[in-house]
């Protein structure tokens, strides 16, 4: 059994044939773990894989986590704020609050190419407090926002940073976890949509009672959680770790088995290479355009929600503090709906038949809000129908879990989760556009848009699993030209981690030989996909 050596960033190593190796940050290290993992298969317990899954959570899923609460709660800000008297105050006109909620994920949409890269080649260390960073700076100065100009150019430099976010925790995520790990932990940190709406509306409420003769209550709102964000990106570059072979929270031994019980998930460790053989391959590839169509369909109605979704709570007779604290149990819901979805695909593993579920309450609440009056006796009943919209946020954490876990080749996976967040961002633009000004307070042609959106993409959801099926297929009639077994366990979707030796197949082919080879999941005939 191999015994690791401490690697840094910059040092040189050998390759299997005995040649000098150099790379990037991070390379050398990936490729002597890599190396070492091709010749032995390392020892790895269930209790080493419980002992290695804990510190990983302890360290970077907490990252994740709060990371990512910070980036929801940046953007949630911006509706809660409109409840005290932002447009007022700044004088936006017709679509003009519609743009300023439009022009983050606009910018967010022009920089998906150099998210692709940089996540490839910028060590995660650096680049994650970088854009933690900067888009703390951004938030902060929406609170010295005067006018419609200023607050679109902070809002366009929030969406800037926030751009990678999405992508990159998918990434890391992806090569830290087994893939039946991977939906719980998406959840954990994507489930903080929920959370950070609940502390947006109780922050709204609380610090919009604040009497101040220099600050209007909408520009405490965005200091406050600026500058929270702006701290937090030091505490991230001290924490956090590029990858399994430069982990501090690891001993050497340790590093070995984290990567060892990765696997089964043909999808390798990480790697400063960036590939464009691997973009051209996501260009090709079906399924690429599917997640993408899933992407700006969810996340149509998920802007929907964050930027309109107090004035459509206020529409139903509520003043501004009562709409604040309303919106908490929207947050709640959203909160328990992630982390219900995700569990669910953890131990179900079909993760299409929780998606569909989980968007059906979604087309239910959307008919209600369309076809209820708005009188004080069906108050009670428009809550409600509001609150199911919240299952929606399954969307997003279920098709990333989803992604990940369909996608090798670190670039592939780079530019496919790029091309997700580019949809995303498409969604975000498009959601408050549909909803106009003149059709307030009850935005009733909106709620039809986004109801027919909702039908779409349950309609995408049934024709990618068609796809995934068929894919797998022919991956199993390429393992028998190959000498393998067309029937391949997938291991990486066990509930519990099993240690094995080399496996052959029938045919005497040793199988898990090219796991840590970098290759996509077109290039790995071993590769099983997950419905």
């Known amino acids: 059994m191999g015994i690791l050596k401490p690697f840094s960033s910059e040092q040189r190593v050998e390759d299997v044939e005995g040649r000098p190796r150099s790379g990037g940050p991070g390379q050398g290290a990936d490729a002597a773990v890599a190396a070492t993992l091709a010749e032995q298969r390392v020892e790895v317990t269930e209790e080493d894989d419980k002992r290695i899954r804990r ?18 709660l940046d953007k949630a800000v911006l509706g809660t704020a409109s409840l005290f008297n932002l447009q ?17 994920p606009i910018a967010q949409l022009a920089w998906q190419p150099f998210s692709t890269v940089l996540i490839v080649k910028v060590p995660h260390r650096i680049l994650m407090p970088t854009l933690v960073l900067g888009w703390g700076i951004a938030a902060a100065c929406m609170a ?14 929030l969406g800037l940073f926030e751009a990678g976010c999405l992508p990159l925790f998918s990434v890391i995520t992806s090569q830290w976890y ?11 940190w994507n489930g903080q949509n929920g959370s950070a ?26 200091l406050f959680v600026g500058l929270l964000t702006i701290v937090s990106a030091f505490p991230v570059y001290w924490k956090l770790d590029n990858d399994i072979p430069s982990a501090r929270f690891l001993t050497d031994h340790e590093k070995l088995q984290a990567a060892e019980r990765l696997r089964a998930n043909q999808t390798g460790i990480g790697t400063r290479e960036f590939k464009w053989e691997q973009v051209w ?12 169509s899933l992407a700006v369909l969810i996340n149509i109605g998920a802007s929907v929600t964050s930027i309109f979704g107090p004035l459509v709570l206020s529409s ?25 979805a995700c569990y669910a695909a953890h131990k179900v593993r079909i993760k299409f038949a929780i998606l569909v579920g989980f968007l059906l309450p979604v087309i239910a609440g959307s008919v209600m809000l369309y076809v209820l009056d708005r009188g004080p006796s069906e108050r009670a009943a428009l809550v409600a129908a509001y609150y199911l919209l919240a299952f ?14 369909n996608t090798g080749g670190a670039t592939k996976r780079s530019a496919t989760l790029a091309l997700f967040q580019a949809g995303s961002s498409a969604g975000n633009i498009i959601g408050p556009l549909l909803f106009k000004s003149q059709d307030a307070p009850f935005y009733l042609p909106g709620l039809r848009a986004v109801l027919a959106v909702f039908v779409a993409a349950i309609a995408c959801v049934f024709i990618q699993l068609a796809n995934l099926i068929l894919l797998n297929r022919l991956q199993a009639r390429r393992r028998v030209r190959n000498g393998k077994s067309a029937v391949i366990e997938d291991k990486s979707m066990n509930a519990t981690y099993r240690a094995e030796g080399k496996e052959t197949s029938p045919e005497g082919v040793v199988l898990g030989e090219h796991a840590f080879d970098d290759l996509t999941d077109r290039q790995n005939d071993e590769f099983v996909y997950i419905y």
């Open 88 to 104: 007022e105050d700044t004088g936006l006109t017709g679509h003009q609050y519609s743009l300023v909620g439009s022009i983050s």
């Open 144 to 157: 010295a926002c005067h006018n419609f100009g200023a607050l679109l150019a902070a809002r366009f430099f």
């Open 197 to 222: 709406t609940m502390v947006a509306s109780a922050l709204s409420y609380g610090l919009g009672h604040i009497p101040s003769n220099l600050l209007k209550p909408w520009q405490i709102i965005f």
């Open 392 to 405: 929606l946020f399954a969307g997003n954490p279920l098709i990333l879990a989803w992604i990940v876990g």
């Open 178 to 188: 087994r893939r039946a790990e991977q939906p719980v932990r998406v959840a954990a």
């Open 55 to 72: 510190k990983t959570d302890r360290v970077i899923l907490t990252i994740l986590v709060w990371i990512y609460f910070l980036q929801v």
């Open 281 to 292: 391959e996501v260009a090709l590839d079906p399924k690429s355009y599917l997640w993408l």
């Open 316 to 340: 139903f007779g509520f003043d501004k503090f009562e709409t604040s604290l309303l919106n908490i149990p929207f947050g709640a819901v959203e909160m328990i709906v992630i982390f219900g």
